[in-house]
């Protein structure tokens, strides 16, 4: 964990001395700065710079990742003077895990309180923020009545977390690595190969119209047999079904073979990090992705990292709740290997209803896993269940104060208009 001390802004009027130096703690550690380099001229405010004099204004302290990360980091602007109101430190803290993301430094801005100060602001402000003044900090009364306003002391600082990839993590990393080098190395070769082929081929091939000759005979004999190969499969579709869908899924495993091979060359790599860039960044800017990439302790369970993805929002939660149970019926497209995709398909699926209704219905789990673990009881939306259960008391009571507003619109109506025929 390394913080560069950049300036202390603010900071009180009735302190009119430097401060001696500003503390860094946390797990036990404790390392401090020297005394700032400059001030500013016309406000209390002081320069911590790198390379001055005295201590360096770079703070350093070194633990295993799994422990800075949970853990609340102190800062102490210290002032040490020859009675009370000069010898006193300024404190600051915040969260590592709600600030911070490993491996990419943050600019902060933390709010400074006296140390005796109670209720501490634990809250730290990007450097693109302002900085929520805090009441005591407001207003000063003056001796002739009145009140001026007065700016909140912060300690505004760079902060850098550095820490290693899971075990699982780095060894996926370096494999990757030495796959995309040997096929960078392979796409080179091959790229020299088929130029080399393109340069030299037509020059030993035969004129083009004796290719005709085999050609001609074969066209004509696919275009006599295609409809009576059409008509065979139609008629017989039923028993050609698994057959297809056989060919189907070898198709989509060569194409997702191929189209990983290209991925994994210079080009492929360049167009899907125009789309995964994106989606990385989201995901390693939460707490259960920090979790997941970064040696930060215990792992997140499933529920959890299901949690972070899915939505929260009502009409976020039907339209899953909906696809779930579409995926968990599509067993039935495929009576004997839809049943044999049910057993990867169960733990999935109870996984999705716990991290979205769990708190609601904590026995939907349970019910989910075996409708789907036993064989044709996929029918049953337990997933839809889950949201009927979490949201239709709601619905119904919304429902019935519309109903109710419109009956006394409609009341109200109704005397307007028999008070006009009377008239």
Not at 40 to 49: A, D, M, P, T, V
Not at 115 to 137: F, L, M, Q, R
Not at 204 to 224: D, N, R
């Amino acid at each position: 964990l390394v913080a560069t001390l950049l300036t202390a802004y603010d900071l009180p009027e009735e302190i009119d001395t430097q401060p001696t130096s500003v503390s860094m703690s946390i797990l036990d550690q404790k390392v401090q700065t020297g005394p700032p380099n400059a001030r500013f001229r016309e406000r209390n405010s002081f320069k911590f710079l790198s390379g001055g004099s005295g201590a360096s204004q770079e703070l350093s302290i070194a633990a295993p990742l799994s422990s800075l990360y949970p853990s609340t980091l102190h800062f102490g602007v210290d002032y040490d003077g020859s009675d009370s109101s000069t010898s006193q430190t300024l404190i600051a803290q915040c969260k590592l895990d709600e600030v911070m993301h490993i491996n990419e430094p943050k600019w902060l801005i933390l709010n400074l309180q006296p140390e005796s100060k109670n209720n501490v602001d634990e809250t730290s402000i990007p450097c693109t923020g302002t900085p929520n003044a805090d009441e005591n900090y407001d207003k000063k009364k003056l001796e002739n009545g009145t009140t001026t306003q007065l700016q909140q002391p912060t300690l505004r600082l760079k902060l850098l977390l550095t820490g290693p990839y899971r075990p699982e993590i780095s060894a996926l990393i370096g494999l990757s690595s030495a796959w995309f080098r040997t096929v960078d190395d392979s796409s080179q070769m091959l790229s020299k190969l088929m130029n080399s082929i393109i340069q030299s081929l037509p020059s030993k091939l035969p004129s083009a119209k004796y290719l005709l000759i085999p050609t001609v005979p074969m066209a004509a004999g696919g275009v006599a047999f295609l409809p009576i190969i059409l008509g065979v499969m139609v008629i017989g579709l039923p028993l050609f079904l698994p057959i297809l869908v056989i060919l189907l899924a070898i198709c989509a495993l060569l194409g997702t073979i191929c189209g990983g091979v290209y991925m994994s060359t210079r080009a492929g790599r360049d167009s899907a990090s125009v789309l995964l860039g994106p989606i990385y960044g989201s995901f390693i800017a939460t707490t259960s992705g920090q979790r997941i990439i970064y040696n930060t302790g215990p792992r997140p369970s499933p529920v959890s990292l299901a949690q972070s993805i899915l939505p929260n929002d009502m009409i976020g939660k039907l339209v899953t709740s909906l696809l779930i149970d579409f995926v968990g019926s599509s067993s039935y497209l495929l009576p004997v290997v839809g049943e044999a995709f049910d057993l990867i398909w169960a733990p999935t699926q109870t996984v999705l209803i716990c991290a979205m209704y769990d708190s609601n219905m904590p026995s939907l789990k349970y019910i989910s896993f075996l409708e789907e673990i036993i064989p044709f009881t996929d029918a049953l939306p337990s997933a839809t269940l889950g949201w009927v259960k979490q949201y239709s008391t709601k619905l119904l009571e919304e429902s019935r104060k519309k109903v109710n507003e419109l009956a006394v619109v409609a009341r109200g109506e109704k005397h307007v208009i028999s008070n006009g025929f009377r008239s």
